[in-house]
């Protein structure tokens, strides 16, 4: 079964039907369901097309959101061997909100980065729902370090509602940390992939995502603050969410026609959950294009296009 989401209901209805069909047929084998659940499939593929091709940004952001969708580890498990993860940021302690290390994308050595949200409770309090601390940030600029010491091509995932919020973690000094998470990716004389596989939430993933190249799954968003929080600050109503995303361009087709990503990456009809193998694949082509195209570049020229491309942004609006 899967998890759905409000505005799918039509589609549960009929799965639920094909289920209850299904069943039937399997307890008693003289009755005949398959013309049946022939023709229920065929609609839910109608509807299920027909209601993906009109999401509202908020339907997109619940899209983003979905427990099942694929995350980080979904992805470093397919795309990468010899992923060797590193911890700890030799300071204070180690953030798994953070995934880093080193492994081979297509027999090439890269540096990896993401945030991994984990799924289901036990794994989602491990990994604090995604939501780095300080330390997190500061691993990640440890393992950039590295990948620019040693000429490694950097990928980043995002995904992240936003860097997490805490007391603790602001004692820890997390503005400081994201602020310098940034710096480093544009200092950086390697190319940096990036690629935003679910929520691309405000400072905590811009501090990963500062890349040569970025793009974003169809049904990613990517935002300098959650609907919610634009509503609880606009308004003092953060009910009014749906009206917050509806305003504040943050779908892959918006920030595409704004110049601020590089591409999208098609999803499944239905959502990245519903096939993640395939996303997966499309993900790691358009990953593989990019650091080709990227390859022959020397490190100040990665540097000073990455630079030029975050200045440009908002200058032809």
Not at 225 to 230: D, T
Request: aromatic residues 6%; proline residues 5%; contains cysteine.
């Amino acid at each position: 079964m899967h998890n759905y989401l409000d505005f799918e209901k039509p589609i549960s209805d009929l799965e639920g039907k094909i289920l209850e069909l299904k069943k039937l047929a399997s307890e008693d084998e003289s009755v005949n369901t398959s013309d049946e659940i022939a023709r229920l499939e065929v609609r839910v593929r109608d509807a299920m097309a027909e209601i993906y091709s009109k999401l509202s940004p908020w339907q997109k952001t619940q899209v983003a959101r979905h427990p099942s969708r694929p995350h980080f580890l979904d992805y470093a498990a397919e795309l990468f061997t010899e992923f060797t993860p590193l911890a700890g940021d030799r300071n204070f302690g180690n953030d798994d909100a953070i995934q880093a290390g080193l492994a081979r994308f297509r027999g090439m050595p890269v540096a990896v980065l993401g945030q991994e949200k984990g799924n289901d409770t036990k794994s989602r309090i491990k990994h604090n729902f995604g939501s780095p601390r300080p330390e997190g940030y500061r691993k990640a600029i440890r393992v950039m370090e590295m990948a620019d010491r040693f000429g490694l091509p950097l990928i980043t995932l995002v995904d992240t509602a936003g860097a997490y919020p805490g007391v603790g973690a602001e004692e820890r000094g997390q503005a400081e940390a994201i602020a310098r998470s940034t710096e480093m990716c544009l200092n950086v004389k390697v190319p940096i992939v990036t690629v935003v596989i679910g929520e691309g939430g405000s400072g905590g993933a811009i501090a990963i995502a500062t890349g040569n190249r970025v793009y974003m799954l169809e049904h990613s968003i990517y935002s300098v603050i959650s609907p919610e929080g634009a509503a609880s600050i606009l308004w003092r109503d953060s009910t009014r969410a749906k009206e917050a995303a509806s305003n504040m361009k943050i779908t892959a087709e918006d920030l595409k026609a704004l110049g601020i990503i590089d591409g999208i990456i098609p999803e499944p009809v239905g959502g990245a959950h519903r096939d993640p193998v395939s996303v997966i694949s499309r993900t790691g082509t358009v990953i593989a294009d990019a650091l080709k195209e990227l390859s022959g570049r020397k490190g100040e020229e990665l540097r000073a296009d990455r630079r030029q491309k975050y200045l440009n942004i908002g200058r032809n609006l």
